[in-house]
């Protein structure tokens, strides 16, 4: 298996402009987190699928971030518009959890370095 | 503050000799694991423990857990350059309608071996 795949691995935009992440999971697990690691904050769970479905989005830091699951295989994460302060690096990771009463190891893409000037 | 802290902040030494780092965290888990992340890398997933379980070895890592003192930590012995890196524990904790929120991941320690 290829791993968690994560596009693109850098990005540098302007203020104000659209900003999407993507995601490809490992085949066979059902459940995805996306995470944003700075130096000042370390790593901070934004959202987390089970089963396509959004189960906890209380990480999304404003309404200008989004995410989305279509499919077991794909998730993207929408910065809109995007400001400086937006700028980290943004992890994918997925895992495969029985249920939702507690966390196995996850599974960490390579991150995607978002500059926003 | 963070739910798990990682101690030292920072931490240097000669390959060969060991590398202790410890966690403390707040509240009850139902694990913790710990993780490493190399320089503009992704964190790769070392080993995982249970709140009952006390002790877990994986080949020169050795993990304790002491609920009691809500504290663990992470062992490598014998050192070598490439355990170059950053160790970040995560703790898995218990929501109140009987399952979990995702893991809390703290700030790590990061680890330097001198050749």
């Known amino acids: 298996d290829a791993g968690v795949i994560q596009s693109p691995r850098h990005e540098v935009t302007e203020m104000g402009q659209e900003v999407t992440l993507r995601c490809k999971p490992i085949?066979?697990?059902?459940?995805l987190f996306w995470y944003r690691q700075t130096m000042m904050r370390g790593l901070e769970l934004l959202i987390y699928?089970?089963?396509?479905?959004?189960?906890?989005d209380s990480g999304m830091p404003e309404d200008r971030f989004s995410a989305k699951m279509p499919n077991a295989s794909f998730s993207t994460l929408k910065i809109q518009p995007s400001e400086p302060r937006d700028s980290a690096v943004y992890f994918c990771?997925?895992?495969?959890?029985?249920?939702?009463?507690?966390?196995?190891?996850?599974?960490f893409g390579p991150g995607t370095r978002l500059t926003v000037l | 503050s963070q739910q798990g802290e990682e101690d030292p902040q920072a931490l240097s030494i000669q390959e060969g000799e060991n590398a202790t780092m410890n966690c403390s965290y707040k509240?009850?888990?139902?694990?913790l694991q710990w993780y490493r992340q190399n320089s503009g890398r992704g964190l790769v997933h070392l080993i995982l423990?249970?709140?009952?379980?006390r002790e877990k070895h994986s080949g020169r890592l050795r993990v304790t857990l002491d609920t009691s003192k809500k504290s663990s930590s992470l062992l490598i012995t014998a050192s070598r350059a490439a355990d170059t890196a950053s160790y970040f524990c995560?703790?898995?904790?218990?929501?109140?309608?009987?399952?979990?929120?995702?893991?809390?991941f703290g700030k790590g320690t990061h680890l330097i071996i001198q050749p």
């Open positions: 699928f089970n089963n396509n479905v959004p189960i906890d």
């Open positions: 423990i249970r709140s009952n379980e």
């Open positions: 509240t009850s888990i139902n694990n």
């Open positions: 995560a703790t898995d904790i218990p929501n109140s309608g009987g399952g979990a929120d995702g893991l809390t």
């Open positions: 990771a997925s895992s495969f959890l029985p249920g939702l009463v507690y966390f196995n190891e996850q599974f």
């Open positions: 085949s066979g697990h059902n459940s």
